[in-house]
């Protein structure tokens, strides 16, 4: 579609670069004392509208600016991810005291700009723009990292993901550009088109360069052995970005990584006919094997051993990536589905447990399990949500997280050629449970009962248990959001 005639379905992107330039506008314009307040509704609203825009868009697949970007409805259901985890994000930040002393203004103003990148990450389908977008999410996510400029772990973990970001982006710079020439284009359908034709003796470029693509993928998604910034980051970081990261970016990677390894490497690049089977040469299947069993034994095994709540579930996070991992071991409609399931299941699950963390370190200040001493008897509304979050992210019924786990189980027990993955993933859900359940021990079993209560940050409070709302409901009827799910699995097929 030519350039003019894409803005109409560019219009949630082009709104929220109105946003980006209109808070500018407002910092520069308005005194200190109002400053923080008017941009946070501000950002609020922005987002309201930005949604509706992406509501009232028609569901149609549509290639935008000469084939850069896809309008279809399997970006469309990831960006309904991205708005529902900034909304939230930016929704608590004012009762976050973590983030006291600092230019909130500047937060919601990058907060933004990374849900942009991640609008463009959904949608790519030309090299150049995949990697501008996850450039985009990059750079915003370092300064949200180093937020906290007079706290040296803030500072530590920023570098840290600096130096990791800029690594892993060159590594896949020089991947997308052994595709650039082998194919001659950068459009992922040309490209696809000429790695089809590819001669026996052009194979092991091919895998070097889907290799080094991964290593770009991977570090976005914390995808083992490339996940060596998460830890660090997500526990020097303010915790609201900590969130953030754990839910939103995770699932632009994936959005970005399915479509792109698909259609790129499928010998056929429709997606939507329900199978896809990789070029020739290309042993695609048994690197994303080993990379998920990698990637969700490492994460359960470091994370045992961890004393931070926040370190934890950093660990917890790159386990959860290998989860979803698994069912990217075959991607058909059913892998794709459950990955697209689970990462919804993930962003109340988790942003939820994050949430409490949040409000523990507002009441107490406390960031190690052992402080969380009885915090069960002086802050049930707190715990018990706490709890109910921990037993999704385990993978244990009656919650959503069980459902979501069955489902990327079901991709490899149907397929029957990774059946020992199946059983790894299986083994690793064991092993979580030990450091899940291990803070409700300390909430519930290690205390004695107190009349001691902690209450305050109502709005906080609201906020989780309205989390806890969906936890519970999507293990009990999750019908509609699969139906959700399996009606966005409709893609752009360029020339088919």
Do not use: C
Not at 100 to 122: K, W
Not at 169 to 189: D, R
């Amino acid at each position: 579609m030519p350039n003019f005639d894409s803005l109409a379905y560019f219009l949630p992107e082009l709104l929220l670069t109105g946003l980006i330039v209109t808070i500018v506008l407002v910092d520069v314009m308005l005194p200190a004392s109002k400053r923080d307040r008017i941009i946070w509704m501000l950002s609020l609203g922005g987002l309201a509208v930005t949604a509706l825009a992406l509501l009232l868009q028609p569901a149609t697949e549509q290639s935008l600016f000469l084939g850069s970007l896809a309008a279809d409805p399997y970006s469309r259901f990831f960006k309904w991810i991205f708005l529902a985890a900034v909304a939230i994000i930016i929704g608590i930040s004012p009762a976050t005291r973590q983030l006291d002393g600092s230019p909130r203004h500047e937060y919601y103003l990058f907060l933004i700009a990374v849900t942009f990148g991640m609008f463009l990450m959904a949608s790519a389908i030309d090299l150049i723009i995949v990697y501008l977008s996850i450039e985009i999410v990059s750079i915003g996510s370092f300064v949200l990292a180093g937020f906290l400029k007079d706290d040296r772990a803030s500072n530590e973990s920023s570098l840290k993901y600096v130096i990791y970001g800029a690594l892993s982006s060159g590594i896949m710079l020089y991947g997308l550009s052994l595709l650039f020439g082998m194919a001659g284009s950068t459009n992922v359908f040309e490209v696809q088109a000429a790695l089809v034709q590819m001669p026996p003796k052009a194979y092991l470029t091919l895998t070097v360069a889907l290799l080094l693509i991964l290593a770009g993928f991977g570090y976005k998604i914390s995808m083992a052995p490339f996940h060596f910034w998460t830890p660090d980051v997500y526990q020097g970081a303010p915790t609201t970005i900590t969130a953030f990261l754990s839910v939103a970016p995770k699932a632009a990677g994936f959005a970005l990584a399915l479509r792109f390894l698909g259609v790129a490497f499928g010998a056929n690049p429709d997606l939507n006919m329900g199978n896809w089977v990789p070029v020739n040469g290309v042993a695609l299947g048994s690197l994303m094997a080993i990379f998920a069993a990698l990637t969700m034994t490492l994460g359960n095994v470091m994370a045992i051993q961890q004393s931070s709540v926040k370190r934890m579930l950093a660990y917890s996070s790159i386990a959860h990536a290998g989860y979803m991992l698994m069912a990217a071991v075959v991607l058909n409609s059913q892998a794709f589905s459950a990955i697209m399931f689970y990462l919804v299941i993930y962003l109340f699950m988790n942003l939820g447990a994050f949430l409490v963390v949040i409000w523990v370190h507002n009441k107490l200040g406390f960031d190690e399990i052992a402080q969380w001493h009885g915090l069960g008897y002086k802050a049930p509304l707190i715990a018990i949500p706490m709890g109910i979050f921990l037993f999704s992210l385990t993978g244990l019924p009656p919650t959503a997280g069980f459902i979501g786990k069955v489902y990327l189980f079901s991709v490899l027990i149907e397929n029957g050629d990774y059946l020992w993955l199946a059983v790894v993933g299986a083994i690793n859900s064991v092993v979580s449970l030990y450091y899940y359940v291990g803070i409700i021990k300390v909430m519930f079993l290690d205390a004695e009962p107190t009349d001691e209560t902690l209450e305050g940050q109502p709005a906080m409070t609201g906020l989780i248990l309205a989390l806890v709302v969906p936890v519970l409901i999507f293990g009990l009827y999750w019908s509609p959001l699969l139906g959700a799910v399996q009606s966005s699995l409709k893609f752009f097929t360029q020339g088919i």
